[in-house]
């Protein structure tokens, strides 16, 4: 297997960029971007409309462009704003290639206005958005290199392009080669932009070591032709794959390899679709602590640096100690030979400083003479004073012991950060996972049906007017300020036990826990008996309903949550709450609150403490994802989950 594979594939080649332009046109054309988000260092697009229906795109310049079901903390920080004034509502007309290169041009049209949005999968690339005219109107991050200024408000340069070997006159390229190349396959990769991965399918190994001028024009004809030939079978049909060595995913492809790995015992998975594999594939990744490694290795190699430049010192101590010591117990003698020297090169120069003075060298360009006493060798000036030369001597062993002292400490923080990130590389390291309904308070009951409830009047108005159907279900605490809780029953019965359930989020999340109330009462009745519409001459305030009929109450409702981690797959979890009983069966680890005096963020942070300590793959939890689910100041009366009834179960 070449050593280019034995890394995990970071980024994009050009053919991937290819077939990921044809794919996304394909669901993405007609769809309109409904908002733009930053996730860390990647945006993501919010697309409505268009085969894809709903969903996003996950866009990290220099690395990776595609449809994306993993969605993690989403903010609209930095960059954000300016592409959301510009994008926001864009319908988009058409996703393409920019040559054979790794950018990606998607064509966009908002209020009559055509823009045009670049995605550079090149390193250092970023996301620019122009007009026709070509004004960047808004960048990810400027640039200013020697081939390319691009900044907001001047104009929008492509990045000097490669032969494309598409497009290109096949005599061209052959010259190309010729002229530059030293071997067939560095010249196919470096001067043509073909994907090393490609090469290395296509063509043989010895074909590649080859010479360009060994082969001749004809056969580099053939050669281009060939590669030609297999990338565009692959645009065309497509056969994605992630691809594992010991079940470590090491690359994706959009094609199934026949001879990349020969020799190399590897697994393939197959997909239907480039967008999953690309997503499933930088998932596994990045779960799997794969780029801590190299954190890992720079680690490694910034205290190996520190430990020899420790040796160094400790060596130059050595040398000062023992020249200081010679010295000092040797200063009649060294003073004499110092005016010998002084006197031997005023009245006959240097010439005769060696055999008047029976010194062991001389530099008169320097005014220095050199001499060994006791086995050590003394360097001193003429022109300096003796005593001077001696006192120097001593500040710098002086100043080395302090050099010495520092480098110690240094290697003392070097190998606690060492040990702390392969702590952190050896942890699984795991996504959170949001959903459509993490904007409100929400419950999926013992039997699967999903609960939403407002955090405040406004979600509540919303989540009544949006989501409650005639035969859904309306729960509410029976108390002024209460989130209002919808049970979405598609057209199902809900046992009585899942409306128990539901009924201890309506309690929880109400007035009545900053209240330091035990327990209320709770109603329910079905979506038909609700209304937004007041009697005629009264006036409902926002968040406000109107219920008809009788009402189903549940008395004595217990204030009492669990809110933990319940782990999605194979690399993500996601913040649940709800009722003990239904998130004890689910989650990893929970935390059991209840009515307190503890300040909401002190209960969070305590949370995601507890949470972190049980499941350390939990390396991105914050106490900001934890707090509202907190309905008020707290205290914290019990612990649970999975993980720690695994840990107190008999061997």
């Given at each position: ?346 009245s006959v120069g240097w010439d005769r400083v060696r055999e008047f003075c029976r010194v ?202 669990a809110i933990g981690a319940e782990l999605v797959g194979a690399d993500g979890y996601r ?77």
């Open positions: 297997m070449s050593t280019a594979y034995r890394r995990p594939k970071s980024s994009f080649t050009s053919l991937d960029t290819a077939v990921m332009a044809r794919e996304l046109n394909r669901v993405l054309v007609g769809g309109r971007i409904d908002n733009i988000y930053r996730s860390s260092s990647t945006m993501l697009l919010k697309i409505k409309g268009g085969e894809i229906g709903s969903g996003y795109v996950l866009i990290e310049p220099a690395r990776r462009v595609h449809v994306t079901w993993k969605i993690g903390e989403k903010d609209a920080r930095g960059w954000v704003p300016t592409f959301r004034a510009f994008m926001r509502g864009a319908v988009i007309e058409g996703v393409e290639q920019v040559r054979f290169e790794r950018i990606l041009k998607a064509t966009l049209r908002n209020k009559g206005s055509r823009l045009l949005f670049y995605v550079e999968l090149i390193p250092r690339g970023i996301a620019a958005l122009a007009n026709r005219e070509g004004k960047a109107l808004a960048v990810t991050s400027s640039i200013k290199a020697k081939d390319r200024t691009v900044v907001p408000g001047g104009r929008y340069y492509l990045p000097p392009p490669l032969p494309d070997i598409l497009r290109e006159d096949e005599g061209v390229l052959t010259d190309i080669i010729l002229r530059k190349g030293k071997n067939v396959g560095s010249a196919l990769v470096r001067e043509l932009g073909i994907p090393p991965e490609v090469v290395n399918e296509v063509i043989q190994q010895e074909v590649r070591a080859s010479k360009p001028e060994e082969l001749g024009a004809e056969a580099i004809i053939e050669l281009i032709r060939k590669v030609k030939t297999f990338i565009l079978a692959v645009i065309e049909s497509p056969r994605p794959v992630i691809v594992k060595v010991s079940g470590r995913p090491i690359a994706f492809h959009p094609f199934m390899p026949e001879n990349l790995y020969r020799g190399t015992e590897v697994e393939y998975t197959e997909y239907d679709s480039f967008s999953k594999a690309v997503d499933d594939y930088f998932s596994q990744v990045l779960s799997e602590g794969v780029v801590s490694e190299g954190e890992v290795a720079r680690h490694e190699a910034l205290l190996q640096e520190a430990l020899r430049r420790l040796e160094e010192i400790k060596e130059a101590i050595n040398r000062l100690d023992a020249e200081a010591r010679v010295f000092s117990e040797n200063y009649y003698i060294v003073e004499k030979l110092w005016r010998c020297v002084r006197e031997t090169v005023k062991d060298d001389v530099e008169p360009s320097r005014g220095v003479f050199k001499v060994t006493i006791n086995g050590t060798e003394l360097s001193l000036n003429v022109m300096e004073p003796l005593h001077r030369q001696h006192a120097l001597l001593m500040k710098k062993l002086e100043k080395e012991r302090e050099r010495l002292e520092r480098g110690r400490k240094a290697v003392e923080e070097l190998e606690r950060r060492l040990a702390e990130v392969r702590a952190k590389a050896s942890v699984r390291k795991l996504r959170r996972i949001i959903e459509w309904y993490d904007t409100y308070h929400w419950l999926i009951t013992s039997h699967g049906f999903l609960a939403i409830g407002g955090r405040d009047a406004q979600q509540n108005e919303k989540v009544v007017r949006k989501y409650l159907g005639p035969r859904d279900i309306f729960v509410h605490a029976d108390v002024h300020g209460a989130s209002a809780f919808v049970i979405l029953t598609e057209g199902r019965d809900v046992p009585d036990s899942d409306i128990r359930e539901v009924a201890v989020m309506a309690a929880s999340y109400s007035k009545a826990w900053s209240s330091g109330f035990v327990a209320v009462d709770v109603f329910w009745v079905r979506g038909e008996q609700v209304s937004k519409s007041p009697p005629p001459g009264q006036y409902l305030p926002k968040g406000s309903f109107m219920v008809y009929g009788k009402k189903n109450y549940i008395k004595g409702v217990r204030l009492r949550l913040l649940v709450a709800g009722p003990e009983e239904v998130i004890g069966g689910r989650a990893e680890v929970y935390v059991v609150i209840e009515p307190g005096n503890i300040k909401k963020g002190k209960v969070a942070e305590k949370i995601v403490e507890r949470l972190r300590k049980v499941v350390p793959g939990l390396i991105d939890l914050k106490a900001d994802h934890v707090i509202n689910k907190v309905p008020g100041p707290s205290r914290i009366v019990g612990y649970g989950g999975r993980a720690v009834r695994r840990d107190k179960s008999p061997e």
